[in-house]
């Protein structure tokens, strides 16, 4: 019988940081420039002033202090508010699939595994650069793998969801070691120009090994005991950018076609369906919650997670049971849960149980019950 373990993590972090002082810089110098450039209007009522913003009141409402970014220059600039990524040609080698195989490289080390012993690849994040063809047939191609690659995207619920697939191809026997990659390049979609918003997102790429138990020899792996999803449809985190502007001749760089939320909707609906699914999950292996030593979450808002572990433990969680990752990373859509598990694994003892969990637009969810081996 197969048996599904994690076996490798990497991560790759981009070389530029943005903090929060330096966000707030720009946008309060941008939002002082509207106000000016737009004041008659302002005052009669036409349009609003935009708000000025605090380092203080991001960390509050997010728990984020800096973030990641694969191209700092733009993002700061009053004239532009947008990364700066020139385009590659089609021979060249794309963006993302570059900091995947970046991850890729330190998932293959920490499993002890070379490319050629790996079957399918599977690129799982919330936006990818193009339709086609696949970024993880690029990395496929680079890494040379014979075998086959395909993307998907659930969302901020991607990583898992695609860990789920990669378990099930284990399980069925049609993939011996399968490679998830999640290549979260989410500045090119943030509204810089949004008080509200402008601040969640840091670039970031995460790379998972699943494969069979008996083909495994990393130093920490963990079996998979079940995955469990959920999805339920909701407009309140939405991104409209698509091929089809084209012909509805809008714009496609409309503010609705980048990311917006009604964050407090999502956090009074995604809280609570959040925890019920975690209960469930484990209770299907007859764990309770103190029989869980680590939850790896969801990376979006620090009160969010808060929430949730409050509510499963009926207290606060410690850092070691439940770690945060948001203020050096911010909200990395996907590859959050898989942070928090890539840099707060090892430590623990064989038998340890453990949930990764991560949820987001759709309404998305998805979860895995580990055990240390």
Same mark, same amino acid.
């Given at each position: 019988?197969?048996?599904?373990?994690?076996?490798?993590?990497?991560?790759?972090?981009?070389?530029?940081?943005?903090?929060?002082?330096?966000?707030?810089? =720009? +946008?309060?110098?941008?939002? #002082?420039?509207?106000?000016?450039?737009?004041?008659?209007?302002?005052?009669?009522?036409?349009?609003?002033?935009?708000? %000025?913003? !605090?380092?203080?009141?991001?960390?509050?409402?997010?728990?984020?202090?800096?973030?990641?970014?694969?191209?700092?220059?733009?993002?700061?600039?009053?004239?532009?508010?947008?990364?700066?990524?020139? $385009?590659?040609?089609?021979?060249?080698?794309?963006?993302?699939?570059?900091?995947?195989?970046? =991850?890729?490289?330190? @998932?293959?080390?920490?499993?002890?595994?070379?490319?050629?012993?790996?079957? @399918?690849?599977?690129?799982?994040?919330?936006?990818?650069?193009?339709?086609?063809? @696949?970024?993880?047939?690029?990395?496929?191609?680079?890494?040379?793998?014979?075998?086959?690659?395909?993307?998907?995207?659930?969302?901020?619920?991607?990583?898992?969801?695609?860990?789920?697939?990669?378990?099930?191809?284990?399980? $069925?026997?049609?993939?011996?070691?399968?490679?998830? /990659?999640?290549?979260?390049?989410?500045?090119?979609?943030? #509204?810089?120009?949004?008080?509200?918003?402008?601040?969640?997102?840091?670039?970031? =790429?995460? $790379?998972?090994?699943?494969?069979?138990?008996?083909?495994?020899?990393?130093?920490?792996? +963990?079996?998979? %005991?079940? !995955?469990?999803?959920?999805?339920?449809?909701?407009?309140?985190?939405?991104?409209?950018?698509? +091929?089809?502007?084209?012909?509805?001749?809008?714009?496609?760089?409309? *503010?609705? @076609? %980048?990311?917006?939320?009604?964050?407090?909707?999502?956090?009074?609906?995604?809280?609570?369906?959040?925890?019920?699914?975690?209960?469930?999950?484990?209770?299907?292996? #007859?764990?309770?919650?103190?029989?869980?030593?680590?939850?790896?979450?969801?990376?979006?808002?620090?009160?969010?997670?808060?929430?949730? !572990?409050?509510? %499963?433990?009926?207290?606060? =969680?410690?850092?070691?049971?439940?770690? /945060?990752?948001? #203020?050096?990373?911010?909200?990395?859509?996907?590859?959050?849960?898989?942070?928090?598990?890539?840099?707060?694994?090892?430590? *623990?003892?064989?038998?340890?149980?453990?949930? /990764?969990?991560?949820?987001?637009?759709?309404?998305?969810?998805?979860?895995?019950? /580990?055990?240390?081996?």
């Amino acid at each position: 019988m197969k048996n599904p373990v994690i076996s490798g993590i990497g991560l790759w972090t981009p070389e530029n940081t943005i903090t929060n002082e330096e966000l707030v810089t =720009a +946008y309060n110098a941008w939002a #002082n420039a509207f106000n000016t450039e737009h004041l008659d209007a302002i005052q009669a009522g036409d349009i609003n002033a935009k708000p %000025l913003s !605090t380092a203080e009141f991001i960390e509050k409402a997010s728990g984020i202090k800096r973030r990641f970014a694969y191209c700092k220059d733009g993002v700061l600039d009053i004239s532009r508010m947008r990364p700066r990524i020139p $385009a590659r040609a089609d021979h060249e080698l794309s963006v993302q699939a570059e900091i995947a195989l970046a =991850a890729a490289h330190k @998932a293959l080390i920490s499993a002890n595994k070379s490319a050629d012993q790996i079957d @399918a690849v599977i690129v799982a994040c919330s936006y990818t650069q193009r339709a086609y063809p @696949a970024i993880a047939i690029e990395v496929q191609h680079e890494l040379g793998i014979q075998g086959f690659g395909f993307d998907m995207q659930v969302a901020c619920s991607s990583a898992t969801f695609g860990l789920h697939r990669a378990y099930e191809m284990i399980k $069925a026997g049609t993939a011996k070691a399968v490679l998830v /990659i999640n290549p979260e390049l989410t500045s090119p979609q943030v #509204n810089y120009c949004d008080r509200d918003s402008h601040f969640i997102f840091g670039d970031v =790429a995460v $790379a998972t090994i699943i494969e069979d138990s008996s083909t495994c020899h990393s130093e920490h792996s +963990y079996e998979i %005991l079940s !995955t469990k999803a959920a999805t339920v449809f909701s407009n309140n985190i939405r991104s409209n950018f698509g +091929y089809t502007a084209r012909v509805s001749d809008t714009d496609p760089f409309s *503010l609705d @076609a %980048l990311f917006h939320q009604n964050g407090r909707k999502v956090f009074k609906e995604v809280c609570p369906m959040a925890v019920e699914h975690i209960l469930k999950h484990i209770e299907q292996h #007859n764990l309770s919650v103190e029989n869980v030593q680590r939850w790896w979450l969801h990376q979006a808002n620090i009160n969010m997670n808060h929430l949730i !572990t409050r509510k %499963l433990l009926g207290r606060d =969680a410690s850092e070691s049971e439940a770690p /945060i990752v948001l #203020n050096e990373y911010a909200n990395t859509a996907s590859a959050g849960s898989l942070i928090a598990f890539h840099q707060n694994h090892e430590d *623990l003892n064989r038998n340890d149980f453990g949930l /990764i969990c991560s949820f987001g637009a759709g309404y998305s969810i998805g979860s895995l019950v /580990i055990k240390k081996r």
